[in-house]
């Protein structure tokens, strides 16, 4: 018998993503599923799963130990709390809810029945990320003081519910929420303070463009500015230490490169360069030869991460990897984000030193 | 005889920029130099000048009515008030000087003397800003959401009295003193909030980064970032619209684009891509036919717009250009952003109208 026994509640795009994962791991896999609309419960059954006439039928379900929540958003709460009150370890799509006092209703669901609860923050696992978590951490920019992670998209219009407030709409939940999550997983420490600008470029009720500053207690400062109607690309990450600065340019995370000062640049003397613009020393463009270029590492790509780690976590072998305090942090700093956005200051944030507690 | 006959005090670098361009108009002159360090003077008198042996002496001869002031900057105040008490117009080098009380002493020594008083704010003329203004006022943009002014060097360290607190020294002084000068020039409205981060990179005791967010009331988010030691470098200017977008990539100001969305976009159906890092529609790549390409605004190219200005504001023919007040302005953003960076937290900064006064 396998050790996670799904039932999928949202039979919509991403339940696709995940039984496409889900196949791949040993020890998962999917019993049943269930929608509110009757075409998509049908699609269920025409891709070969059991399909339940109701929720509480998938619940009532013992062959099922695990539900994946992969509703709207503004539905997340109430099936991830009966799921969960049915003695269900409980996987939820992101953003897991739109506020913090919602989510705690969860976090407390879970922890009364004693049942694991998660959020597919999938991005975690993103070649990108983990690129830039590594450039990071190595140490190979020395000491860093800008992290700036950045998505531009030329469509403009948002589709479907991601365009209305009500359902959990707009970038910084949809995108916001991975960033987020990806930059507070990387960098350790308080962050001090939030400031945020939003605006609706192309869409009139939900921000379609972002542009959020961090500042942590180590003084390190975070960027993560993201816009559907930017017709010229930005770099996916710009990160630049004292001793050099890396650039990702996309999501593949291997189109990038990492720059450093070369020894040669301690023989160059600096000059004056009269520019178009007046006369300047600082910023004269100096000789290639001063600077060294490395490739980015090469990390092996994971699809399967999330899914192993929840099945070992609920099989005692492992700690759970996206932990519901991680997801509350972030939850939190989002609703800073729009006080801040709304109000037009910038938010102070976490006061008091973080405790990270090993789940 | 000349309308401007200029005497110079302070010369070094930036006076021999000067001269050039004051070569190139008519109707000013330089009578003669003063430097403390006789070695400059001598050079001065090298140069073809008449070299004074004191700066009273300098003020005293009546030949003289306009003194440029190229001296550091923590010495600008006592000699432009030294002159504008002498009866001299005055132009002063950038930074005008470190705080707002300073400067309005010096503006208080112009009013009651009446003479001009103006700041070598030069790179209102540099060539990448004006076609960034003519951008931004054009609307081929559309209605603009974010104006980004960037500059990336990879030197690293400053050189002379850049390095030290005292001379004025720092980024923010040298470069920043010119970009929010520029924006503020460009953009009409009140700044309703400014938030600031700072980093001393590779000089121990002055910012060699700063990355500073405005607030406008019309709701347009501004950013100025620049770095001395960013060894990939970013665009000059990116400036997005819910038109399109621009990006001018160096000083030179014809190296950049705009992009709009063509016809065609409309009859493209958005599509789900599945990337490397998970399905997304919002950013699925477009067919480039979406997009339209246009060259950035041919400008006529004017090293001498400064000078002829201060010549026929002197002759009461033009209004001056590099007003005071706009000076005064950028001086107080200037604190703000200061203040903002070493207490962690956005600073209100204009909450009642500004009237512009005409000069």
Redo the contacts between chains.
Sequence with gaps: MSILRMGIIGYG??AH?HQERVRLVDGIEVVGVYDVLPAQRQKGEADGYLAYPSRDALLADERINCVLVATPNHVHKENVIAALDAGKHVICEKPVTLTVADLDEMIAASRRNEKLFTVHQ??RW???YLVAKEVFRSGALGEV??VQSC?S???????GW?AFPEYGGG?VY??GVHFLDQLLDMIPGRI??V?A?L?S??NSLVDD?F?I?L?FDS?L?V?TEL??????S??RW?M???G????INS???ADG?I???SKLAEAVE?V?VQ?????T????P?PPE??EDFPLPELI?DKTAFYRNVRDAIAGKENLIVRPEQVRRVLSLIEAVFVSARE???I?FEEKEIVWRES
């Design positions: 795009g991403m993503w999938n991005r993103d070649h990108d003081y800008t998505l998209g030329t469509g403009g219009l948002i589709n991601r970038m949809d995108w001090l303070t400031f600008d605006h470029v192309k463009y542009h500053s500042k003084g400062s960027i816009g559907t109607f930017m017709l010229r930005k770099p710009y630049a230490g004292n050099g600065t890396m650039v999501f593949d995370g490169i720059t450093k000062v600096p004056i520019t178009d613009a007046g006369p020393r600082t910023f004269a100096q001063t600077r790509r037009g200051r910038s102070p």
